[in-house]
C-alpha cells in the first residue's frame, strides 16, 4: 500500500537529492577525480620515461667509449698484420744459405776439391777450387745450371799448377737469381 506522508511540507524529511544538484556535484566531483588520477598516471608515465631515457644516454656514452676502445684495437691489430705480413715477406725473400750451401756441396764431382766459397758484391757465388781433369769442371758447371739458385754459371779460370802439372786450379762464378726474375 502506498504510504502518505501528512507532515506538513516543513517537517518533511528532506529527500537527499535536491533539485539533483547534489548528483551534478557528484559528477563534476568524479570527473575532475577521474582527470587528477589520469594526469597523475600520465605524468608517473613521463617520469618512468625520462629515467629510461637517462638510463638510455648513461649506457650510450658507455657503448660509445667501448666503440672507441674497439676501434682503437682494430687499428692495433690491421697495424700488427701489416708488420707481420712485412716480416714474413722478408723471410720468404731472403737466402737459404743452407740449402744452397748442400745443394752446391751434392753437384760436386768426385775429382773436385773446393778451397774457397766467396759471395762478391751480394749476388754472384765466386768458386774456387782444384782439380785433375778439366771434365770434372764442366760436370760441376752443368750441375749448377740445373740449380734453381742460379741464373748464369761461368768458368772464368782453369791453370794447371806449374810445381804439380796433374793439378789445376779454377774459378767457377755463378750469378744468384734475384727475387722475382723467373
Known amino acids: 500500500m502506498p504510504q502518505v506522508n501528512l507532515l506538513p511540507p516543513e517537517l518533511r524529511p528532506q529527500p537527499l537529492l535536491r533539485d539533483k544538484s547534489l548528483l551534478r556535484w557528484l559528477a563534476v566531483a568524479g570527473a575532475a577525480a577521474l582527470i587528477f588520477l589520469g594526469a597523475l598516471s600520465w605524468f608517473a608515465y613521463l617520469h618512468g620515461l625520462e629515467r629510461e631515457l637517462v638510463r638510455l644516454k648513461n649506457e650510450r656514452r658507455s657503448l660509445q667509449q667501448e666503440l672507441q676502445q674497439v676501434k682503437q684495437l682494430e687499428k692495433t691489430i690491421a697495424a700488427k698484420q701489416q708488420e707481420l705480413e712485412q716480416l714474413q715477406q722478408v723471410v720468404d725473400s731472403r737466402m737459404r744459405w743452407g740449402e744452397l750451401l748442400e745443394q752446391v756441396s751434392d753437384s760436386m764431382p768426385r775429382q773436385v776439391w773446393l ?3 766467396v ?7 765466386v768458386i774456387r777450387g782444384k782439380t785433375p781433369s778439366l771434365a770434372a769442371v764442366g760436370v760441376l758447371i752443368n750441375r749448377l745450371k740445373e740449380l734453381a739458385f742460379f ?3 761461368v768458368l772464368n779460370r782453369f791453370e794447371y799448377l806449374p810445381e804439380q802439372p796433374e793439378i789445376a786450379e779454377f774459378q767457377v762464378t755463378a750469378q744468384l737469381l734475384v727475387e722475382g726474375s723467373d
Open 119 to 125: 759471395l762478391d758484391g751480394g749476388s754472384m757465388l
Open 115 to 117: 778451397e774457397s766459397l
Open 151 to 153: 741464373d748464369v754459371v
